[in-house]
C-alpha cells in the first residue's frame, strides 16, 4: 500500500474512506467516546504484555499495531472534524516541547542511570 504518507495524506485517505465506506464522520462526542475505547485496548495490551498484569490467553493474539492504528484513525478523524491540520498542529508542538524542556530531561537523574 502506501508506504511513505504524511499526515496530510492520512487525513486526506480518512476523509475519502469516510466519505466513501463509511457514509459519514460519527459527531465528535462519538468519536471521542470511540478514541477512548480504542486507547484503553491499546492500554490492555500494553498492561498485560510489558505490564505487570498476566496476559490472558484471549489477549495473546491481540495486534497491538492494528490497535494503535485504530487509535490514529479515530485521532485523524477527529482532526478532520474540527478542522486540524495535524501537520502543523504537531510541528508546533514539537517545537513547544523543544523550548519547554530544552535541557528538563537531560538534567534528569532518574534518566541517567
Known sequence: MHRNITLADAQQMADA???????RYFN???NT???MEEVGEVARIM?????EQSEKESDK???LADEMADVLFVLIC???QTGIDLTEAFLNNLQKKTSR?????LNNPKLNR
Open 17 to 23: 474512506w469516510i466519505k466513501e465506506k463509511g457514509v
Open 28 to 30: 465528535e462526542l462519538t
Open 33 to 35: 467516546a470511540i478514541l
Open 47 to 51: 498492561a498485560r504484555r510489558y505490564g
Open 61 to 63: 493474539n491481540a495486534n
Open 78 to 80: 477527529l482532526a478532520n
Open 101 to 105: 524542556d530544552a535541557t528538563r530531561h
